[in-house]
């Protein structure tokens, strides 16, 4: 997929863990952890606006189209 996810790389920036993350998004840290692999097929504006607030950055940081 051309699309990166850059999760792991912010949260490692910002000092944070995966479980730290999962409590303050109240998201699950399976879902999470999909994400941060790169495994998922979607997400939602909601969800990487909560992160993007969360890890104080921009959605560029997070994803990152590659060919």
Known sequence: MPIIVNLDVMMAKR???LTE???KLDITMA???ILKTGKAKA???S???AICKELNCQPADILE???
């Open 15 to 17: 000092k944070m863990s």
């Open 21 to 23: 993350l999962s409590e």
């Open 31 to 33: 879902n999470l952890s």
């Open 43 to 45: 997400i939602r504006f």
């Open 47 to 49: 969800t990487l606006e």
């Open 65 to 67: 189209f590659m060919e």
